[in-house]
Every structure is written in structure tokens, then in C-alpha cells.
């Protein structure tokens, strides 16, 4: 029932930066992880990094140093600022929230519709 809705997608140069925004339909607080994924034409979606209840964030190797997610509890929202963008990161991104119960055990992810991100020039 979490509702996520992403912006912030565009066109930039390599070198770049652009800032993405996820805006969830409740308060993030209660959601156990947040994170971004992405996904090239022909390939398969792939997770860029995620950030827990209490702030600890994790990123794939291609993209530590260089991305930062941050959230903003008071405004339900998930960032992700990509800097030094290259060719290599055009992607459509997704905004996941995974909700995790021990009883029952169970596992549940929303996603939103995804913003295109393209590097070029």
C-alpha cells in the first residue's frame, strides 16, 4: 500500500550531477529499508544502494564516492545525488521500500514508476 513516486530524472553531460527524489505515500520511518535500483535497456535491474531506518547507507562499488543517499523523515523523502556522472550510469532509476515482519515472516517491496536518467556528450 506504500505509493513511491520518483522525479528529478534528465539529460546531463558527463561530469555532471543531477539529484533524484523519492516521495512516499507514509512516513518513511516505519519502512525498514529505502533504496534505489536501476536498470539499462537489455539489461536487468540492478540495486545502486540502499539506506536503513537509523541512516546507514550501502552502495555498489561503481558507485561509492560519487552517489549519496540522505532521507528526510519529516518530508517522507528518499534523495540520491549523483555526482561525476558517466555514460556508464544512464539508467532508469527506482525508488524500493522494503517493509520486513517477523510474524508472520514476510517480506514486501514497492516500487515506483521510475525516472530516466541519461549521461551523453
Known amino acids: 500500500q506504500v505509493q513511491l513516486v520518483e522525479s528529478g530524472g534528465g539529460l546531463v553531460q558527463p561530469g555532471g550531477s543531477l539529484r533524484l527524489s523519492c516521495a512516499a505515500s507514509e512516513s518513511i520511518d516505519r519502512i525498514n529499508v529505502m533504496g534505489w535500483y536501476r536498470q539499462a535497456p537489455g539489461s536487468q535491474r540492478e540495486l545502486v544502494g540502499h539506506i536503513t531506518k537509523t541512516g546507514v547507507t550501502s552502495y555498489v562499488d561503481s558507485v561509492k564516492g560519487r552517489f549519496t543517499i540522505s532521507r528526510d523523515n519529516a518530508k517522507n523523502t528518499v534523495s540520491l545525488q549523483m555526482n561525476n556522472l558517466q555514460p556508464e550510469d544512464s539508467a532508469t532509476y527506482y525508488c524500493?521500500?522494503?517493509?520486513?515482519?517477523?510474524?508472520?515472516?514476510?517480506?514486501?517491496?514497492?516500487w515506483g514508476k521510475g525516472t530516466l536518467v541519461t549521461v551523453s556528450g
Open positions: 524500493n521500500a522494503k517493509v520486513i515482519t517477523i510474524v508472520p515472516l514476510d517480506s514486501k517491496d514497492y
